[in-house]
């Protein structure tokens, strides 16, 4: 037993002293807090001054209708255009023109600038013009503007979440489908990355005939079974420093901007973020929406299925990419055997986008039942709610999968890890598994 | 006499050709024994056989009278042809794992490692990365793998590939020595003039077959030729002095004033008789029996037992 700690504790230590994985584990938050702060950061720059607007109004309809904006500063102006405009150009403003119409409404206008405008400067003026010949026009067909403005509805459908015990939550797709993506794709990556590191580990074993060495002291379940645990290790290792340096660059950057007007932005930018919607879109009941539904969901049930997901997962697939490692001679042949192997994983992305559609329907729920395929489809279940017993079931599939397919894997890679020069075939592989001892 | 390790009778075959064919070796206690033989004779198989790495086909494994099992592997060092050991590791925290794994207590590892390092002047590599080193250096580092663990049997596949000539004697030094403290060693290679004066006993394998086993010197009385290096200064026509019946020259050179010459004696002649009869005419400098190489006994004995 003191063995296997032993090789646990080598693959640990040699993983996690790897300047890759140092690198990797600082590399990732950064990236992560960069996704996150990168679009408010940029938009500041970009509007980092103010915008003078001359407005030249010769129809009279927009006088002291533009107002100023955040970074729109608008002056009225009046005289002719050639003179107004290089006056306005010399001092780096713009010139907004709007001409005498030949028809009764005016609804071209001509911006001059020596640089590009913002889309926001654009937006403004292109609103406030739409608003005001909008609403003379509705005039004079005799249509009270404050009618229109009755008229006008905003749909707010909430979701209703009711479950077991009749206990309701409100509930927003958008943010579900967010968090199910998230911890579906995390686990389908961890489980390749790791797991490819597991092959790679004692194909080089192999190889370079350390088990030979090795044998003589240590079982090979033994072997394997360290490197595969050591490794499962590291990779919590990577995710618990992911998580707590995330969380810390996300903090230190937003509390430097605490007396800036950007955490506000940020925040509105947060809450875009998580539900996914248009840019402009938000205010502040919608972002309250959304901190509620995030409160609706269940973390402690999500944190702790998705670690346990992503150690059962890992185990299943890692010890065949182990019996893999130990069957082949060269690392570049393990191709024909990934492929069966990686399937599974790959079909239960594929199958990710209808599972989140319907997350209760018969093909989700057996799709997250099926150990080859439960950590990947169950993570993304989860969020929208699934009852209990389904997540004790899959657990429960799930450690009966992995106990069996290591069993298996064991076989292949006791006889495998010692066979040399020796074309692998699938009938060959099926006779190691009844080797005796 | 008192067998370590007896190897019975053993075939194994690979698919489409036979590795063994009923190969016995049978090593005396604390011996060096040689398996020799050219690349693809089947060494490595039997090696690897009688380390349980692989299984006989037919044949048993017997160590120090009973049957192999696998507490036995714990006392035996391995070191294979193709070096076992992690390159990406620092050679200290290798060296004190894979004693670790074979029971040593990480004191005891340190300690004995510490002797060893400071015996073949290695104390400096201890934290170097096994990749930074060289072929040999990192064979060092594989050799005090394999025997720090003091296993009572020490097998080494090919050991001196590798190294330069003062390495090779001073790894045929510490060889010996750990021989002296009692190990049974067997080495195997398909240099046969590099363990020629190491080895005390000897198994030739030739095309998957033990063709000669045997005492290294009973082997060589037994394919000596009788033949004899003649130094001598006067006549060089020899051959007129010594007649034909009894003695045939083979080889007779001139150099510089002296002549050297090779001469097989016939018909159960002894040295002295040839002595007898050179020396009222020459003036004898040195005489000596030249002995076979292991190469030379060999090849002789391929080319009787033709089976290609």
Not at chain 1, 44 to 53: F, I, N, P, R, Y
Not at chain 1, 81 to 108: H, M, Q, T
Request: aromatic fraction near 10%; include cysteine; hydrophobic fraction near 45%.
């Amino acid at each position: 037993m003191d063995k296997i700690l032993l090789i646990i504790q080598r693959e640990y230590l040699t993983r996690v002293r790897k300047k890759s994985f140092i690198v990797m584990t600082l590399v990732g938050p950064v990236l992560m807090a960069a996704m996150i702060l990168a679009p408010v950061y940029l938009g500041e720059l970009a509007s980092g001054k103010a915008t003078k607007v001359a407005v030249l109004d010769e129809t009279g309809w927009f006088f002291e209708k533009f107002k100023d904006q955040d970074k729109i500063d608008f002056y009225y102006v009046q005289g002719d255009l050639a003179s107004e405009k290089s006056k306005a150009l010399a001092k780096d403003d713009f010139l907004l023109y709007i001409p005498l119409p030949e028809l009764n409404v005016p609804v071209n206008a001509e911006l001059f600038g020596t640089g590009q405008p913002g889309l926001n400067v654009r937006a403004y003026i292109k609103s406030v013009m739409k608003n005001i010949v909008e609403t003379k026009r509705l005039m004079a067909r005799g249509i009270d503007p404050e009618v229109i403005k009755d008229i006008k509805t905003e749909i707010n459908l909430v979701t209703i979440k009711v479950d077991e015990t009749g206990e309701e939550q409100k509930s927003n797709t958008e943010v579900e489908v967010g968090l199910a993506y998230l911890a579906g794709f995390m686990i389908y990556f961890f489980i390749f990355m790791f797991g490819a590191q597991v092959m790679k580990g004692v194909s080089e074993e192999k190889s370079n005939r350390i088990v030979e060495v090795i044998i003589s002291s240590v079982k090979p379940f033994q072997l394997m079974m360290g490197k595969i645990i050591g490794v499962a290790l590291v990779g919590l290792t990577q995710f618990m420093l992911w998580i707590v340096l995330t969380f810390i660059f996300v903090g230190a950057i937003q509390s430097g901007l605490l007396n800036s007007d950007m955490a506000s932005v940020f925040q509105s930018q947060q809450a875009q973020m998580t539900t996914g919607s248009p840019a402009g879109g938000m205010d502040a009941a919608a972002f309250s929406q959304v901190s509620d539904v995030l409160n609706g969901i269940n973390f402690k049930v999500m944190i702790f299925s998705f670690l346990f997901y992503f150690l059962g997962g890992y185990l299943l697939y890692s010890s065949l990419f182990a019996a893999i490692g130990g069957a082949v001679d060269q690392q570049a042949d393990t191709q024909q055997f990934m492929m069966p192997v990686s399937l599974p994983l790959i079909f239960a992305v594929i199958a990710s986008s209808v599972v989140i559609q319907q997350p209760d329907s018969a093909f989700s729920v057996w799709m997250s039942m099926i150990p080859l395929t439960s950590p990947i489809i169950m993570m993304m279940r989860i969020p929208f709610g699934v009852p209990y017993w389904q997540i004790a079931l899959s657990f429960g599939l799930l450690v009966a999968g992995f106990v069996f397919t290591t069993w298996i894997a064991a076989k292949i890679y006791r006889v495998g890890i010692l066979m040399y020069g020796k074309k692998v075939s699938y009938a060959e592989l099926w006779k190691w598994i009844w080797y005796k001892e | 006499m008192d067998f370590y390790l007896r190897a019975s009778e053993i075939t194994k075959t690979y698919t489409g050709h036979k590795a063994l064919d009923k190969v016995t070796i049978e090593v005396p206690k604390q011996s060096i024994y040689g398996l020799l033989g050219p690349n693809g004779a089947g060494k490595t198989t039997l090696i690897r056989i009688i380390n349980m790495i692989t299984r006989p086909d037919e044949g048993e494994v017997f160590i120090d009278g009973h049957p192999i099992s696998r507490n036995d592997i714990g006392n035996i060092g391995y070191m294979p042809e193709e070096r076992g050991i992690y390159k990406k590791m620092k050679v200290g925290e290798q060296a004190i794992y894979l004693a670790r794994l074979k029971g040593l207590s990480r004191a005891d590892a340190y300690k004995k490692l510490k002797f060893w390092f400071d015996r073949l002047e290695m104390g400096s590599w201890w934290n170097r990365k096994v990749e930074e080193l060289s072929k040999g250096m990192q064979q060092k580092v594989q050799f005090i793998v394999t025997v720090l663990h003091q296993p009572k049997l020490l097998i080494f596949d090919e050991p001196f590939s590798g190294f330069d000539p003062i390495n090779v004697n001073i790894l045929k030094d510490e060889i010996r020595y750990l021989n002296q403290q009692g190990a049974t060693i067997i080495f195997s290679t398909h240099n046969m003039a590099s363990v020629e004066e190491i080895c005390d006993h000897i198994t030739l394998i030739d095309n998957s077959r033990n063709v000669l086993s045997g005492e290294i010197h009973s082997i060589k009385e037994q394919f000596k030729t009788h033949i004899f290096n003649v130094a001598y200064r006067g006549t060089h026509d020899i051959a007129a002095i010594i007649g034909t019946d009894d003695f045939r020259v083979t080889e007779n050179k001139k150099q510089r004033d002296v002549n050297k010459a090779d001469i097989q004696l016939l018909n159960g002649k002894t040295p002295n008789d040839l002595l007898l009869k050179l020396l009222p005419h020459v003036e004898v400098v040195a005489m000596q029996e030249v002995l076979p190489s292991l190469n030379d006994i060999f090849i002789k004995v391929v080319n009787e037992n033709p089976v290609r």
